[in-house]
């Protein structure tokens, strides 16, 4: 009878003590080996609060908030295993807590078909905030999108304008990801890769340097992030030149924990030196002011119950070794204020209804709504700060921002995002002293020629220029003179202002950027073609047509002995290739003008500097759109005269002509201009990319030929103007030198004679052919033709014959003159007689000819 009262009695208490408890689920992230394993101190910190919340006398009167949890290991499969669990067992539960994104993604979309609210402590995944897909969700932890405005604000503050972005293949990082990069686009921000990795991140990072990131905003678990870590120091991805964005809720001690557990091949000061100098952002998580909170603590009287509680569970805490997610921790505390608030505003309400929680059952949506409208609306001032829900059920919160300074984490400053205001503390520290860039700076370096060099050659140019004006001068003074007018000086001029022409583009081609702007680099780079092309025109034509006439001379003089240099055909010679030059060069330039264009070259290493500076070296070029076209054009012509005249040179190289004197030095010089063009003009093109060597090559071979033509066709004549300045005979400086003015009349005289002296034998011959003709038809005899033919045979001819011309003289017998005279009329004997020539007109003829 006793044991039967006593056992009703153990009943019915049971059945009491039941009636006066509220019951609800955790699920705790704690022993798992990827994710976040928040729980190890959030559950000690949850378990603070439900003793400080069943010691309120004035909240949840006459209940007692019990807390049943297990472990998700931050699994998904897991998580939805220990809340059907907690579901399917009794006893009934009015809410849900849960850790970890991952976790809290599966439990919120499922909890919503047993009328349950899902409270969140530790879940920052910007899908949560979906209130279509999770309609009963609400968490006490921001948002991570929360940290992008942030990030972004400070990307503003530094000027960074050029951005990275490493994820881990989560979904709360994809999310966040996402919503960077739309923010980014608003603000002008450039994302330069978007690297992603499930869990190595080799690759990843390795990707990184090769995209020149500087500013890298890491998105990752805090076990993927000591192998990011790792992977920062073997890429030299860390110090002056680079700054990475952490997620702020890692352990202070993050990077040197676990390292052996989780196979990370970097030293604990290997990862140190790598993390030191980054920047974190995390949503305030501990209230930053001495107030006391709605459990009558100030946050650091919760952080000391915390500690005390974390080291009787066996943590190092003395030595700051702290658990995961002890960041967190005041979350979870507020995470059952704010269940035990919502309770308690709920029963209220459904006090004037009659009804009570543990009415509550997973198909009664009245009262599940009564509980969200209840965690809805709440509002407190907690441990981590104010407390309070968005629409989305986010929580609303503040930002800060650290800095990893001698491995501590250094506060800079906070950002309210509901005003946009950031307050800045200015401690901020960067290796080198300064803001690293957001990129390394490319510094554009024109290439141009060399100041001494250009200096040196335009000076060699000059003096060439003012030599050939002053042998201008001296071949107008002189022009009188025979060994002047013998070579024409009016073609030595035209060469001579080739060569002034030629002698200018010199110095032009070394006009490069360094004196004039890029506004004005065409007009000079025309400047250069035109005077080139017309410089090699003028003073290659001049020659050219000189060693032409002479070989038109030297092969038409058989026929026509009297044929003369005319100089209007020299002039119309070069006129003529001047013109084919102008065409050429008008049409280039209307049709497809030169224009200045930049060829880079790999970056290089600046001399001495310690900031992020690469140099892009950059030469200027004179080009067009079809330029190989046009090259082909001008290098076919000019080399086609190039080597038509070193045949004619040549072919005249041993003729000397008295109207061309100085033909032999002309020759020669067109040799060495042939020469050096065709040696030029290919490895100019070749060495185009080296600006000294090019324009050293170029200006040389111009200025030597331009001097190596005047040396050759002045100094002889200079020479003989000095060494004869009375007109006298020529000596053997200009073996090509003239004949004087009465010689040339009295050769003209003998010319004539033997011209007349020609015909008059031809006629006296013909008379001879009819008198024998006469005396064979008279058949008169044998011995008057004998005579006859014995006095025919007595005339005698002397001729004198030099090269195509030949001076005939008629020396008859004297024995049979004058029966000879008398046969043929006596008219003959006395002309030829009269026009001997004396002995000393003989000896000048053969010198002459």
């Not at 020629?449 to 042998?471: H, W, Y």
């Not at 009819?770 to 001819?797: F, N, Y």
Request: net charge neutral.
């Amino acid at each position: 009878m006793i044991l039967s009262i006593g056992l009703i009695w153990t009943i019915f208490l049971l059945r009491t003590n039941d009636a006066t408890q509220l019951h609800i689920g955790g699920i705790f992230p704690i022993a798992g080996k990827g994710g976040w394993q928040g729980g190890q101190a959030c559950m000690p910190a949850a378990k603070l609060a439900l003793d400080d919340v069943n010691n309120q006398t004035n909240l949840l009167p006459g209940f007692k908030l019990i807390l049943h949890s297990n472990d998700s290991e931050c699994e998904p499969g897991l998580g939805a295993s220990v809340m059907y669990n907690l579901l399917y067992n009794k006893p009934q539960k009015l809410m849900l807590l849960a850790g970890c994104s991952t976790v809290c993604t599966t439990v919120a979309e499922a909890a919503k078909m047993w009328n349950l609210i899902v409270l969140c402590y530790g879940a920052s995944s910007p899908a949560l905030s979906d209130r279509s897909r999770f309609p009963t969700l609400f968490r006490t932890h921001p948002s991570a999108t929360v940290h992008n405005p942030t990030r972004i604000k400070l990307m503003e503050k530094f000027g960074w304008s050029r951005v990275a972005i490493l994820q881990q293949a989560e979904e709360v990082f994809i999310s966040t990801v996402e919503d960077l990069e739309n923010r980014c686009k608003e603000a002008g921000i450039e994302i330069v890769t978007r690297q992603s990795f499930l869990s190595d991140p080799t690759d990843a990072v390795r990707n990184l340097r090769r995209q020149d990131a500087r500013i890298i905003v890491g998105l990752f678990y805090v076990v993927a992030a000591r192998r990011v870590l790792c992977e920062m120091y073997k890429q030299q991805l860390y110090g002056r030149a680079y700054v990475w964005f952490f997620i702020g809720w890692y352990e202070d001690n993050w990077y040197e924990v676990n390292l052996e557990n989780e196979n990370i091949s970097c030293t604990k000061e290997q990862m140190k030196l790598a993390a030191e100098g980054h920047l974190t952002t995390e949503a305030l998580m501990w209230n930053q002011n001495n107030r006391k909170t709605i459990s009558g603590m100030t946050s650091e009287d919760f952080r000391k119950r915390l500690n005390e509680a974390l080291i009787a569970e066996g943590y190092d805490i003395s030595h700051k070794r702290y658990p995961e997610g002890y960041q967190e921790a005041p979350l979870a505390y507020d995470a059952v204020w704010s269940v035990a608030l919502a309770f308690n505003k709920t029963m209220e309400r459904l006090k004037w209804r009659k009804r009570s929680l543990k009415d509550f059952t997973y198909t009664d949506k009245e009262i599940a709504d009564e509980i969200y409208a209840a965690m809805n609306s709440t509002q407190f001032l907690g441990v981590s700060g104010r407390v309070a829900f968005s629409s989305q059920g986010d929580r609303i919160a503040l930002t800060q921002v650290e800095q990893m300074i001698d491995g501590q984490y250094l506060k800079l400053g906070y950002y309210d995002t509901q005003i946009d205001n950031l307050t800045w503390l200015n401690m901020e520290q960067w290796a080198g002293g300064k803001v690293p860039q957001d990129r390394t700076i490319v510094k554009r370096v024109l290439r141009t020629v060399s100041l001494p060099l250009f200096v040196c050659m335009s000076t060699i140019s000059s003096c060439g220029i003012f030599v050939a004006i002053a042998l201008i001068i001296f071949n107008l003074w002189n022009s009188h003179r025979r060994v002047i007018q013998s070579s024409h000086p009016v073609c030595n001029t035209i060469m001579l202002f080739g060569v002034i022409t030629c002698l200018v583009s010199v110095i032009l081609l070394g006009i490069d950027g360094r004196f004039v702007g890029p506004e004005t680099y065409p007009q000079v780079c025309q400047a250069r073609a035109w005077l080139l092309a017309a410089g090699f025109t003028l003073a290659y034509g001049a020659m050219f047509s000189k060693v032409w006439r002479v070989h038109r001379f030297t092969t038409k003089t058989k026929t026509d002995p009297k044929k003369k240099v005319e100089p209007w055909k020299l002039y119309t010679m070069v006129s003529g290739l001047l013109s084919v030059d102008l065409v050429i060069m008008l049409t280039w330039q209307l049709y497809d003008p030169l224009q200045r264009r930049l060829e880079t070259f790999p970056l290089e290493d600046p001399v001495s500097t310690n900031d992020d500076v690469k140099i892009r070296p950059e030469l200027e070029h004179c080009e067009s759109e079809n330029n190989s076209i046009w090259l082909g054009v001008i290098y076919g012509f000019k080399g086609l005269i190039l080597v038509f005249g070193l045949f004619l040179a040549y072919e005249t190289r041993s003729i000397k002509v008295k109207q061309i004197n100085d033909s032999r030095y002309v020759g020669m010089s067109i040799y060495n201009v042939v020469v050096l063009c065709l040696i030029t003009a290919p490895v100019a093109m070749v060495i185009a990319s080296q600006q000294d060597a090019s324009f050293a090559f170029v200006a040389l071979a111009v200025i030597f030929c331009c001097f190596l033509s005047m040396l050759l066709i002045f100094v002889p004549k200079v020479i003989e103007v000095i060494r004869h300045p009375k007109d006298k005979a020529e000596s053997k400086y200009n073996q090509d030198a003239g004949i004087s003015k009465e010689d040339e009349e009295r050769y003209q005289k003998l010319q004539s004679e033997n011209d007349d002296l020609q015909k008059l034998i031809a006629q006296k011959e013909e008379k001879i052919r009819l008198l024998r003709q006469r005396l064979v038809e008279r058949d008169s005899g044998k011995g008057q033709t004998q005579d006859i033919d014995s006095q025919g045979g007595a005339t005698s001819t002397a001729a004198v014959t030099q090269g195509k011309d030949t001076l005939v003289v008629i020396q008859p017998d004297p024995t049979t003159s004058s029966d000879f005279d008398s046969a043929i009329g006596g008219g003959f004997s006395t002309q030829t007689r009269s026009s001997r020539a004396s002995q000393s007109d003989m000896d000048f003829s053969e010198s002459y000819l």
